[in-house]
């Protein structure tokens, strides 16, 4: 594997974590009934928006990440195929 796919995987793992974090963080504040009044729906709905933003974010990363992951197995493969492994 090379250095630049290692830090590749690894800026898009880390993404990933900050992503899912955010997540949690927000459905945390929204199951609370005193993180937000209820009497205003404005901010509820606001939080909702950016979570469903979020978890869209974290399917691309998670496309993302799984695609470079298959680029470099495949390259692992030739490389190995070269080798005589």
């Known amino acids: 594997m090379t250095l630049a796919a290692q830090q590749e995987k690894s800026r898009l793992d880390v993404a990933q974590e900050r992503v899912e974090a955010a997540i949690d ?11 937000v009044p209820s009497d205003n729906q404005d901010i509820i709905d606001s939080l909702r928006g950016e979570i469903g933003s979020l978890r869209d974010d974290n399917f691309k990363l998670r496309a993302a ?8 197995e495949h390259s692992i493969g030739r490389l190995n195929l070269m080798l005589g492994e």
């Open 25 to 35: 963080r927000l459905e945390k504040a929204l199951s609370k009934p005193t993180a």
């Open 65 to 72: 990440n799984e695609s470079a992951q298959a680029q470099i």
